[in-house]
């Protein structure tokens, strides 16, 4: 499997001729524009350790040390939110296990920090094709929103901290964690939206730190359990 990577340029002409770029590969997309085949708010769960590849709704999650969190620092919420208990956050954090047919993932992710400046990398890992999308940091209020889709389906989505500028804490949190296996029109995040370096490869779709998206009335909410 080739890590697909293209320049700026070519991926910009690509969206703009509204053809598929060269190497077609997983792309990012809004994750509001995902119609969730499955969603795991992970209320259900009680706060503590997990083992590595824990099973959920739709993924497994292979983490150093993952667990899930009830820390409001990590969380930026008022449930339980998954994350790892690394300090650093700086080991890979892998979402693999998806139902056969599975085209699309997405996730909120919150930050520990305020003063926070490291970024994030993410692998996506596709039936065809292996795509790396950087560099995804914090919004203002310490949320985000990331979605990924592929049309020939997904394998892996696999996140790592992009540098640690130090001396600051840099763990982070999953939360409404959702995958589809049909979704409906995902929409690829304009390339006006990008930042990061030139060199990494987005296939003229850009990448962004999408707006937060707080657990609504319509997530279910259910007893922690001691």
């Known amino acids: ?33 995902i ?33 899930i969190s009830a820390t409001e620092t990590v969380c930026r919420s008022a449930g339980l939110c998954l994350t790892a208990d690394d300090l650093l956050g700086d080991k890979v954090r892998v979402f693999s296990g998806f139902k056969p047919g599975t085209k699309a993932f997405g996730a909120e992710l919150s930050w520990v920090n ?5 970024t994030l990398q993410v692998i996506v890992e596709g039936k065809k094709e292996t795509q790396l999308f950087g560099e995804f940091g914090p919004a203002a209020d310490l949320v985000s929103a990331l979605g990924f889709f592929d049309q020939s389906g997904l394998k892996s989505v696999t996140f790592i901290i992009g540098d640690l500028p130090g001396p600051f804490a840099t763990n982070y949190g999953f939360d409404n964690v959702i995958t589809a296996v049909r979704p409906v029109g995902p929409t690829p ?19 962004a730190a999408l707006a937060r998206k707080r657990k609504s009335g319509a997530v279910r909410r259910r007893s922690k359990r001691s």
């Open 1 to 33: 499997m080739q890590l697909c990577k293209s320049t700026m340029l070519e991926g910009l002409l690509a969206f703009l001729l509204g053809v598929a770029p060269a190497c077609a590969a997983p792309v990012l997309v809004d994750y509001q524009s």
């Open 35 to 67: 119609t969730p085949k499955s969603l795991e708010d992970f209320e259900s769960y009680a706060p503590g350790d997990l083992p590595s590849g824990a099973l959920f709704d739709g993924f497994s999650f292979s983490a150093t040390a993952p667990l």
């Open 114 to 118: 305020p003063q926070q400046q490291s």
């Open 189 to 207: 995040v304009p390339l006006a939206s990008a930042f990061g370096p030139a060199g990494v490869s987005l296939a003229g779709l850009g990448l």
